[in-house]
């Protein structure tokens, strides 16, 4: 996913109307990066209980 938002952005950004779209893009790489190597806790458990 983060390497479509990158190949994503090169073709918006020759546009000047594309420039803020290709800066969305760049922006979202991070965010569909985050979830890996992250552990999911389920809510019902106290904080920190393992």
């Not at 390497?3 to 000047?16: G, R």
């Amino acid at each position: 996913m983060a390497l479509m938002h990158l190949v994503t952005s090169i073709p918006l950004f020759v546009s000047i109307i594309g420039i803020p779209f290709g800066w969305a893009n760049l922006k979202l790489i991070p965010v569909s990066l985050t979830p890996l190597g992250r552990e999911i806790v389920p809510t019902d458990e106290p904080w920190g209980g393992r």
